[in-house]
C-alpha cells in the first residue's frame, strides 16, 4: 500500500511495497507514483490522476483489466489496483492498494484443482456435503443430496424441513445425537444414521451422518458434516444378520437336542429301574403277606439306581464342560468395549451406548472368551428387548462398580426397554424358559453358569426403572 497526496507525491508506504517494487522507504517517499509505472504510461496517467482528484471515490482501476508497473530493477509487474480517498485536514489523500495477478491467478487454480479434486472424491465415494447455521437453524446442502432426497432446487432449507424428511421412527435419535453433539460439553463430533424418504417417489435410503460442531463463545455455530448413503451396505448387513441369528438359533437348538438327549440316555435305565422297584415295593406294602425282606431289597434297588442316576449325571455333565478352566488377569473396560463392537458389527447397533466405567480399576480374574460371550450375550438381549418395544431413543447403560470388601468388581447393564415383571424375573434364568417368538431359552442359563465358572454370581434386579437391569461379579486379580 501507498499512500499520496492531492500532487501524486507518495508520503507513506508499507514494508509490502517496498519489498515489491524494491525500494526503501526514504527512496519511495517525495517520489511521484508515475515513478513506479513503465514509461509509456507516465504522461498518460499524469491527466487520470488530475481527473481522479476532481471527483475521487473509492474504486478499482482499470475496469477489471489488469495494469503494469515497474519495480527499480525495470521488471514489469502485472497487479490489480484499487483506490481509496482519505481527508485529513482539509487535505485530500489516496490509498493505492496493490495485489500481485500472479498470486491471485495461482491462488484461483490452486483453488480450482483443490475444488476438482474434492468433487472426484465426493463422486467416487459416494458423499454428499451440508453446512448447517445452528443460529439461524438453517442448512445448505449440496447437489447429490437433494438427488438423493427428492428435495427442490434450494440449496438451503430450515431445520424443520429437513427433520421432516427423516423417517418417523428415526427422527428422535436423529435429534438426540445432534442435542449431544451441540452441547459445549462435548467434544462436538457428531455421529448418526437413519432413513430418509424420498417424497417424490417413496425411495427410503438409509444414510450415514459423519460432521463436526464449531463453537463461538461456548456456543454451537456452525455444523459441517458429510452424508453417505449406506442402503446397499444395510441390507447386505441384515441378511447377514438374519443369516448369523439362523445358524446359532440352529445351532443351539442342536446343542440342546444333543444335550437332552444324552441326558435322557443316561437316566432311562435307572428311572425304568427305580420305577420297576417301586412298583415292587407298593406292591409288597398291599399284600396281606407283608414280606420285610422282599420291601427291604426293593427300596435298596432305589436307592443304588438313584445313586447310579446321580452318577450317571455328573459324569455326563463333566464330559460336556471337559477341559480346565483358563483364567487370568483381565481389563474389564477393554472387553466391555471389545463387546460392544462385537455386537454392533453383528447388526446389533442402532443404540446409544452409555459407559460408567472405572478409570485404572483392578484387573479380575477370569476367562476372556467367556467374559466377552456373557457381556455380548446381555447387550444383544437389551437390544432385542428394546426393538420389540420400539423404545424411541434405546441407551444401554454399562457401568462397572469395584466391592472392594467382597474383592469383587460388579458390572451393570441396563436398557431403556419396558422391563422385566415380577414372574418374568424369577424365571429368566431357567433352562429352556424365553419370553421371545425364536429363542429356545437357554441363553442367561448359559451366561449364569459361565459367570460362576469364573468365581462370580448373575442376577437380575426385577423393577428397576427404566428397563431391565442384570448383575455380574468377577474375582479381583490377586
Known sequence: MLLADNSGRIVLTNLAAQLLFGYTEAELCGQTVETLMP?????????????????PEKRAMGGGKELAAQSRDGKELM???SLSPIKEQEQLYVLITFNLVDQRLEAEKALRASEERFRLVKQ????????????????YWDEQIRRLWGGDSNETLTYGEFMAMIHPEDRAARQAAYDQAIDPASNGKYNAESR?????????HWIATVGRVYFETGRASRLIGIVRDVTEQKNIEKKLQAQRAETEALFKQQVAVSTASAIAHELNQPLAAISAYSEVAMHALHNDAFNTDKLSRALEGCVEQTQRAGRSLHELLAFLQKGELVTEKL??????????NIVCNDGYGGFYPVLHLVQNSPAVQGNHTQVQKVLVNLIRNAVEAMRAAKTPIPTITITAQTLAKQKMVMVIVQDSGPGLDQETA?????????????????????SRALVEANGGRLWVKPGSTPGTKFHFTLPVAP
Do not use: W
Not at 331 to 340: A, M, R, T, Y
Not at 428 to 443: Q, R
Open 124 to 139: 467416487a465415494a459416494g458423499l454428499c456435503v451440508f453446512d448447517c447455521d445452528c443460529e439461524r437453524k438453517t442448512i
Open 39 to 55: 514509461p509509456r504510461y507516465r504522461k498518460q496517467h499524469r491527466r487520470h490522476r488530475e481527473f481522479y482528484f476532481n471527483k
Open 331 to 340: 481389563n474389564l473396560n477393554d472387553i466391555v468395549k471389545e463387546s460392544l
Open 426 to 446: 424369577k424365571r429368566i434364568f431357567e433352562p429352556f424358559f424365553t419370553t421371545k417368538s425364536t429363542g429356545i431359552g437357554m441363553g442367561l442359563a448359559i
Open 196 to 204: 430418509v424418504i424420498n417424497p417424490k417417489n417413496g425411495d427410503e
Open 79 to 81: 497487479l490489480d489496483i
